[in-house]
């Protein structure tokens, strides 16, 4: 509408000729107008792209959840190790509820191991999986994932993936959680 009305005074204008003043502030407004549609454009593709990275995410955590879930429950991969074969660092996601209310028994202010949440959160220092993958936007995704055992009740496990990503400048993630039972 509002083109409609800057052409219609143009033409009305048009008749009696411009001057050099209203043609320079007609460039003006249009190279104005054209500024904010390249600013608008170039929003539109940083959230395309968070928009992608965040799909593509999803679908790794998806496939990975899918992965572990489909393992026997005492699979090796689902065991509460760390990711490897030595008795290092073994254990955050196990036992660490003695009064049997669901929580952490650290995050209740008692020393159990000193790990939050049953080691569920844990990215940094010694996830029970890790692996690293990338798709079409070539992004880099790291993939962790934990387990905590026999939570939230006996012969459960606790499966939580993390996927993570650097985009924009800052860290995203995506988080699954699945219970496992033992049937
Ligand atoms: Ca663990
Ligand atoms: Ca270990
Ligand atoms: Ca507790
Ligand atoms: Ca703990």
Do not use: C
């Amino acid at each position: 509408m509002q083109e409609h009305g800057f052409m219609s005074k143009i033409t009305q204008k048009n008749q009696n000729g411009f001057t050099l003043i209203e043609v320079m502030i007609a460039i003006t407004v249009l190279a104005i107008g054209i500024l904010g549609v390249a600013k608008m454009q170039l929003s539109a593709v940083k959230g395309n792209s968070y928009a992608s990275g965040l799909t593509e995410a999803t679908a790794f955590a998806q496939n990975k959840m899918e992965e572990l879930v489909a393992l026997a429950y005492d699979d090796a991969d689902l065991y509460d190790d760390d990711g490897d074969d030595d008795d290092l660092n073994d254990g955050d996601g196990t036992n660490q509820d003695d009064n049997d209310n669901g929580i952490d028994d650290d995050d209740e202010g008692t020393s159990v191991d000193g790990i939050s949440n049953f080691g569920l959160d844990d990215t940094t220092l010694h996830p029970d999986g890790s692996q690293q993958g990338s798709g079409a936007t070539n992004i880099q995704y790291n993939i962790f994932w934990n387990i905590a055992v026999d939570e939230p009740a006996v012969n459960a496990k606790h499966i939580r993936v993390y996927v993570q990503w650097q985009q924009n400048g800052a860290t995203r993630n995506v988080v699954l959680d699945v219970i496992k039972a033992d049937i």
